[in-house]
């Protein structure tokens, strides 16, 4: 009797015991991704994960002048000179975050087929998801197209970006700008076919896909394209959203009529914005030029948003830039940051109306001075025409999305016309205009090129 | 004169997935505590590798041990554990979205011998008994093939490979520290045909690093003791390693913010704190971010060698004898056996824990008595 016991109770001895339980909260496939809900969870990573930019743009291009105390941030300095130190720094905080995002958007479009779709709602959800994965991974790819590569006036043939469609490890080579622009195309026509049917700013909708197709096209010269684009979103949403009413909510509520694109993660836009304040009482390394905060006359709805007056004495009278650096000295938190809003559609329109000849320019004139109508500015010349109706129309870009990051890709794209406004931003055709591969992409991918100008390290063999 | 002769050998084949975790073989997503408007942050935790294979380690083993006299014995042993798919987490291109894979990188080899001797005395007096033995191992390593380079750099600051066909993979390597600037502060480097590096300055090439050392020892043993007289046993075990080589990681107290470490004792005292201090040991608290990279490599000065001699078990044991037993009739057997492990440690490495380099993990001395009686 005690051997039956014994030899029974061996095994439960010799059974090794292994608490390698997975936490309650992790998934595997198959089936992770089983419902619309996971699918909408797994994109959000994707969105919360996009670069926060925009600010070190502004510093980059002609929006600020520094102030008394800029001296004191040497590494804010160097990236407002362009030192090629900064745009390194830069470079290798913004590629991989963008590969990042693809990366999530390539795994949710594996596993979208998947997903069972039962209802109505949930079909529709489906297809949301679907348009919204193609059309975040040409924003990305547009984003590090514009900052990494060449405009495609040089040359469709220089090199662009690695295009990535798949979640496999891959050293790819680098697509030319062309074949990049094609493929940013081809996501947004196959997001456009597959239709969105949301209207909340903080997922690309069929409004952003619309109007980022436009950018697209009037990126790689496609006037007419781009205006058609343009003003079919003018025509849908309406100029009344331009107006001052609907100005004071775009920065402080999620549900403004013009945002077209908001980066809705509360927890990561709270620190946007903050590398300008040196101390909330005595200053911002930075503020706008005079000249430019002198164009915002006192009826523009925009003056009180992006201009904050400031003096002291160590300062003396300065304006400092507002929106969000406003809501942080209102001790207000930042929520979101825009993207993308409806004034980009009118501007893409009117660039791409000038540019295009015929009645071109005389449609840019109208819908221009149709919106700073709205906005409370002055109208402009009516009898621009040519180079000097582009520089104003971007004037009046640099104008609305003071401080947002946009007028850095104008100053690029439109280098030759906008010329170097002072020995600070380089001149056109300058190395600097694109920024350097990270170490970490050209050290273990050995089809990888580096920019010209730029270093490229590798193991000393 | 030949009492005993024993041939052994063996042949193995395991396959192991140690240290690889579902995430890194299968899509495995996760949440995170942060929602992006309306939904909750599902995330894609790595990059997994569809194609991963289990590391397979081929051992074989030969040995011989020899008896003379009933009382001496002499064996040697010989062994090899080549791997086979080795598994490593090894750095990515960034497009891929992520920073590391774990890969199956290549073949491994480790091998060695070991010899002992062992001389057993139990009966030099009815009452007195003897048991001495002594073994010392020799092992060694080696990166047989890499499967898709030559050589295997696992961050973006190796200067030199980490895993190289035909060299050992354990080898530490660094710079040569001849003291510390009296002026700057920051310690002298002496790279390539005896040029000064500068932290912060020079940039460093492969030929400034030298080979500081092993870092899994390769020679190691341990010897036994044992004493017997009447009813008593007293055993000591000692092991020893030597010739392998650690860096220190010790927090070193630089600012306020490290306050909560503990710092060595003296440390202020021998920390360079401004102009003009000289012998000092540990360099300055300021310095530039530049000066960062050349600070962050081992060097002669932050290793030390990790050799060391350990008491690892010490046992006094007393069997009660059949007499006093019998007269309780249902105890067939007792012992009783006060038993101490890990009792001291003497070791050149000074900071901490040859081992494991820290004090907070080092092996504490444990002590148990246990009494086994058997009805």
Known sequence: MKKIISYLAAPLLLTGCSLDIPYDNQFTDPDAIATPENGRELIASGYSS?????????????????????????????????????????????????????????????????ITAATDADRREVADLTAEAYTLKAYCYFQLLRLFAADPADGLDNEGIVIKNSLTMDNL???????????????????????????????????????????????????????????????????ECFSPSVYRTLWESTSCEEQIFIYNDPDQSQTYYQGIVYDTTTGDYYSVSPSLAMEYTDTDCRKEWTICPFSSQ???????????????????????????????????????????????????????????????ADPVDTSLSGDALLKEILHQKHLEFLGEGQRYFDLKHYSRLLGSTSGRIPAPGDYRWLWPIPKDEYLYNDNMTQNPGWPKDSFND | MLTRLNLKGSYGNTASLAGVSAAQTIATFSYLEDAY?????????????????????????????????????????????????ALLDVPIAASNGFSMMKRNIGVLRNDGIEAGISISLPDITPDWGLRFSTSVAYNKNKVIDLYYTDKLYTSDYSLIPDFQIGKPYDTLYGLRQTGINAVTGLPIFIG???REIVPG???????????????????????NLGVTWKNLELDADFYWVAGGIKQYNYT????????????????????????????????SPFYSSAAIET?????????????????????????VPQKVLSSTRIIKYATAALQASNLFTLTPYSESDPETGTLGSAVQPVITLNLSLTF
Do not use: C
Request: aromatic content about 12%.
């Open chain 1, 314 to 376: 160590a300062l003396g009278s300065q304006s400092f830039i507002g929106k969000y650096n406003l809501l942080r000295r209102e001790k207000r938190e930042i929520m979101f940051v825009n993207k993308m809003r409806l004034s980009a559609a009118l501007f893409t329109a009117a660039e791409a109306w000038a540019q295009a000849g015929g009645d071109g320019p005389q449609k840019a004139i109208v819908a221009l001075n149709r919106f700073l109508d709205r906005r409370g």
């Open chain 2, 37 to 85: 408007a309306t939904a909750r942050i599902l995330q894609l935790l790595a990059l997994y590798n569809r194609d991963l294979k289990p590391e397979h380690t081929t051992s074989i083993d030969a040995g011989v041990q020899a008896g003379f006299f009933d009382r001496l014995s002499l064996d040697l042993r010989w062994y090899r554990r080549q791997t086979a798919d």
């Open chain 1, 173 to 239: 080579p680098r697509a030319t700008v062309g074949a990049t622009i094609d493929e940013i195309r081809r996501l947004l026509e196959e997001a456009i076919a597959t239709g969105h049917s949301g209207t909340d700013p903080s997922w690309l909708t069929a409004d952003a896909t619309t109007l980022l197709l436009a950018e697209v096209e009037l990126y790689a010269g496609n006037f007419q394209r781009a205006a058609t684009l343009a003003s079919s979103l003018l025509d849908k949403r309406g100029y």
């Open chain 1, 50 to 114: 996009l670069p926060a930019t925009g600010f070190d743009l502004a510093v980059l291009s002609d929006d600020f002048i520094p102030t008394y105390w800029a001296s004191r941030n040497p590494s804010l300095s160097n990236q407002y000179n362009w030192q090629p130190s900064a745009l390194h720094d830069l470079s290798i905080y913004a590629w991989p975050q963008y590969y990042s995002v693809i990366s999530t958007a390539n795994a949710l479009l594996e596993r979208l087929p998947g």
């Open chain 2, 192 to 194: 390539k045909d005896g």
């Open chain 2, 295 to 319: 600070l962050q490599y081992a060097n002669t000065s932050n290793t030390g060698s990790s050799n060391y001699l350990r008491l690892s078990m010490l046992s006094l044991r007393y069997r």
């Open chain 2, 201 to 223: 300055q020079t940039q460093l090439t492969r030929d400034d690093f030298i080979t500081l050392g092993h870092l899994t020892p390769p020679y190691s043993g341990s010897f």
């Open chain 2, 252 to 283: 070193y107290v630089r600012n306020r913010d490290d306050v909560n470490y503990n710092a060595l004792r003296g440390l202020t005292q021998t920390m360079w704190l401004r102009e003009g201090d000289v012998n000092k040991i540990y360099y």
